[in-house]
Antibody, heavy 123, light 108 residues
């Protein structure tokens, strides 16, 4: 069974930093591109970032570029999102999501999602 | 950035009836369009990808159609568990991937 288990929610002050994690099981993690998608509670979905299956290529939404860094450790079946310079507008539920296609260097539909990590940026 | 526009924002339908949801792209996304269902307190669930291919385990009452800029998700006979929010997602012109704002399907 495919599972994506995310780290818990947290409250952080504006300007602060935080690292989210997503641990994968039930599939060959090292063969799939992974994504981060966020959702303000009660609002829609916003794509944040992707990292290719080999970790060589990353992409970011303009809203987080230069502040967020996506990484992965294929030996630990884990995906990370390092968030710095946090702003109140970054407050959201952050989901990790798995690409449907194996060894894909682009984007593709997301066939499995984590349960979400609630990030609250507030003083 | 491709802007995805879903309509209507809210759709009220009775159980057993058909629901038709629309998604329009600001430019062609070919057939690289997916649909997701999100129930309260849950992560999104992939229903349809490639415009019309049902994801694994998705019931046949869900169907997708369209290409280019106009797409439709049809639920042929609504069950109680189908009342949720539905999002379309284009993965053709990226980054960034973009989502529609969602259609809330509610019980009439």
């Amino acid at each position: 069974e495919v599972q994506l288990v995310q780290s818990g929610g947290v409250v952080v002050q504006p300007g602060g930093s935080l690292r989210l994690s997503c641990e994968a099981s039930g599939f060959t993690f090292q063969e799939y591109t992974m994504h981060w998608v966020r959702q303000v509670p009660g609002k829609g979905l916003e794509w944040v970032s992707l990292i290719t299956w080999d970790g060589d290529t990353t992409y970011y939404a303009d809203s987080v570029k230069g502040r967020f860094t996506v990484s992965r450790d294929n030996s630990k079946n884990s995906l990370y999102l390092q968030m710095t310079g946090l702003r109140t507008v970054d407050s959201a539920l952050y989901f990790c999501a798995k690409d449907i296609e194996e060894k894909d260097y682009g984007s593709a539909p997301f066939d499995y999602w984590g349960q979400g990590s609630l990030v609250t940026v507030s003083s | 950035e491709v802007v995805m526009t879903q309509s209507p924002a809210t759709l009220s339908v009775s159980p057993g009836e058909r629901a038709t949801l629309s998604c329009r792209a600001s430019q062609s996304v070919s057939s690289n369009l997916a649909w997701y269902q999100q129930r309260p307190g849950q992560a999104p669930r992939l229903l349809i990808y490639g415009g019309s291919t049902r994801a694994t385990g998705i019931p046949a009452r869900f169907s997708g159609s369209g290409s280019g800029t106009e797409f439709t998700l049809t639920i042929s006979s609504l069950q109680s568990e189908d009342f949720a929010i539905y999002y379309c997602h284009q993965y053709n012109n990226w980054p960034p991937d973009t989502f529609g704002q969602g259609t809330k399907l509610e019980i009439k």
